[in-house]
């Protein structure tokens, strides 16, 4: 089955076997307004944890999205270079950035689960 994990900036990662799937949860999505651009890391690409690895743009804001763990992007979404709306349609289904695999599962630990992400949230008033 596969677990969900969330970061302290909004990004989601969803973990089945030893790759993440990564996007921005529907609160990012909201903050941000409309998305305009969305700019992917490329297949091959090596992250670290912490590190800025991709852009969300919308009519408010230009956001950088940080890997959740670090590892190589096995895949990205292309979809969103023509479809950047399908961010703020289904931000945790269609419309999730890159694919990784994780070089390190332990880096997950210090990611919330949903009901801590819900709380932090609801703690940002």
Not at 58 to 70: E, F, H, L, N, R
Not at 85 to 93: K, Q, R
Request: hydrophobic letters at 40%; a negative charge.
């Amino acid at each position: 089955m596969a677990e969900t994990k969330y970061t302290e900036e909004h990004e989601w990662i969803r973990v089945e076997g030893d790759v993440g799937t990564i996007g921005i949860t529907q609160y990012a999505q909201e903050q941000l307004g409309d998305v305009v651009f969305v700019d992917v890391p490329a297949a091959g690409r090596t992250v670290a944890k912490g590190e800025a690895c991709a852009v969300v743009e919308s009519v408010k804001a230009a956001s950088d999205i940080y890997a959740p763990a670090s590892g190589e992007v096995v895949e990205s979404n292309a979809a969103l270079a023509e479809t950047p709306g399908d961010v703020n349609a289904e931000p945790t289904g269609k419309g999730w950035f890159f694919k990784l695999k994780l070089a390190d599962k332990g880096e997950l630990d210090g990611l919330m689960d949903e009901a801590a992400y819900d709380a932090f949230v609801k703690s940002l008033g």
